[in-house]
């Protein structure tokens, strides 16, 4: 095994290591929240990053395709039944222009530290007016995993890229901003809608 092998499975067993409750919040609390999100731009739904399926896709998997860079998390997702295909490892989606209205990235873009591939590729593959659903961590969740390369707060999110026009933000699990929850819950999420212009 390689070392990029190695740094996928560690990675994946990293992600299967959610608390119970942890599934559970995620599952019934913050993925209808984004999903119902993504689906005020349409039906044809991603989820960028979408891990070993305990996001958006595992909650809506007959709605949404998933798109990840750990084959490994590819392999575990499409064995129970949910629809992932695997990012090339140049960043390019394998998906066609202008296919899906929104996508969604839940606690992925601090991972990247380069989003400008990824940023191209969600507006590539969504349709005119489509839309960009991001979720950040907070400066604790951040520091909370040694795999987070850059921290987005409101001003990095409302500078984001000039191609998407943020229409709406709020947090995860409170639906409020605070710089204050930010620092000390873990949980604590921005949420950032976006639209295609």
């Known amino acids: 095994m390689n070392d ?8 994946f067993s990293h992600l299967q290591k959610i608390s119970f409750i942890g599934r559970i919040y995620k599952r019934f609390y ?9 689906r005020r731009f349409g039906r044809h739904v ?8 305990n996001g958006v896709l595992g909650a809506f998997s007959s709605s949404v395709l998933g798109l990840e860079i750990n084959p490994v998390s590819v392999h575990y ?4 039944g949910l629809k992932a295909d695997l990012i090339a490892g140049n960043g390019i989606f394998p998906v066609a222009d202008d296919q899906f209205d929104v996508c969604v990235l ?16 969600c507006y590539r593959i969504t349709k005119k007016a489509g839309g960009l659903i991001i979720a950040v961590p907070g400066l604790r969740g951040f520091k909370s995993d040694s795999d987070h390369k850059l921290f987005y707060g409101l001003n990095q999110l409302l500078k984001l890229d000039n191609r998407w026009q943020l229409s ?30």
């Open 4 to 11: 990029i092998d190695s740094k996928f499975e560690s990675y």
């Open 30 to 38: 913050t993925s209808p929240i984004l999903f119902l999100c993504a």
């Open 46 to 53: 991603v989820e960028v990053g979408s891990g070993t399926g």
């Open 77 to 80: 997702c499409n064995e129970i």
């Open 106 to 121: 839940d606690n992925v873009l601090e991972h990247i530290e380069n989003p400008n591939i990824t940023l191209n590729e």
């Open 168 to 197: 709406y933000s709020f947090s995860l699990p409170f639906l409020f901003k605070s710089e204050t929850l930010s620092k000390y819950v873990k949980q604590y999420c921005l949420v950032a809608i976006y639209k295609k212009i």
